[in-house]
């Protein structure tokens, strides 16, 4: 049986994988589409800056988050000052890290799905008098729809189990920040919690087998859809 507090650390990480994602979904998706359809000069380091994270030791990218978003940092000054938003601490703070770490999962995975839309399908739809938008929202967008839904629950996952750039950027704070993997982590720096160490765990891997059963089911679906 659970108890209030671990039903708390389950709230919490929830509502901040669903931040996260609502975070992180439009810009992946504009990522994504850009990186399977632009011709620039620089994709290619823009493609490695966005899946940087996935490389990068994950206290790092908190660490730069510290920087960044920081009480005097040149992003956390100005939203403090002129929003009253300050993110360091607070579960929003550990949101902002989900989101950075589950963007390189949720781009690729929408970036495959847009490649593997037929160009010719789209240069079919032009050729019948479909503009740029109504090509893209009746073609490309349902096409593609399996991968953004598999990216986007990838990311969820992904968020779920976040811990390096969450601890170091929002800290380990019972009830604001304390997610699954922050909990587990705490009980284990504490004697005789191995039954709530086992039980956060579980609960962790349940919330990882569902969201990926459901990104499979989800994408299966669509797919039928469409075609």
């Given at each position: 049986?659970?108890?209030?507090?671990?039903?708390?650390?389950?709230?919490?990480s929830l509502k901040v994988g669903g931040a996260a994602i609502a975070i992180s979904l439009p810009p992946a998706f504009a990522l994504a589409y850009l990186l399977a359809r632009g011709r620039f000069p620089g994709k290619t380091l823009l493609d490695a800056l966005i899946h940087l994270p996935l490389v990068?030791?994950?206290?790092?990218?908190?660490?730069?988050?510290l920087i960044g978003f920081g009480s005097q940092?040149?992003?956390?000054?100005?939203?403090?000052?002129?929003?009253?938003?300050?993110l360091i601490f607070r579960w929003t703070g550990a949101a902002l890290a989900a989101a950075i770490m589950a963007l390189p999962l949720m781009v690729r995975a929408m970036r495959l799905s847009i490649e593997a839309v037929d160009t010719r399908l789209e240069g079919a739809a032009r050729t019948l008098g479909a503009g740029?938008?109504?090509?893209?929202?009746?073609?490309?967008?349902p096409l593609s729809a399996p991968g953004i839904v598999a990216g986007a629950v990838l990311g969820f996952a992904r968020s779920i189990g976040e811990f390096g750039a969450t601890i170091t950027f929002a800290s380990n704070i019972p009830g604001e920040t304390r997610t699954l993997p922050l909990a587990i982590?705490?009980?284990l720096q504490v004697p005789g919690q191995e039954g709530a160490v086992w039980r956060l765990a579980a609960i962790a891997v349940l919330v990882s087998l569902v969201a990926l059963v459901a990104s499979e089911v989800l994408s299966r679906r669509t797919r039928q859809h469409v075609l």
């Open positions: 049986m659970l108890s209030a507090e671990e039903w708390t650390i389950i709230g919490l990068l030791p994950p206290v790092v990218t908190g660490w730069l988050l940092g040149p992003l956390g000054r100005p939203l403090a000052a002129w929003f009253g938003i300050t740029p938008w109504r090509c893209f929202l009746t073609v490309t967008l982590y705490a009980a």
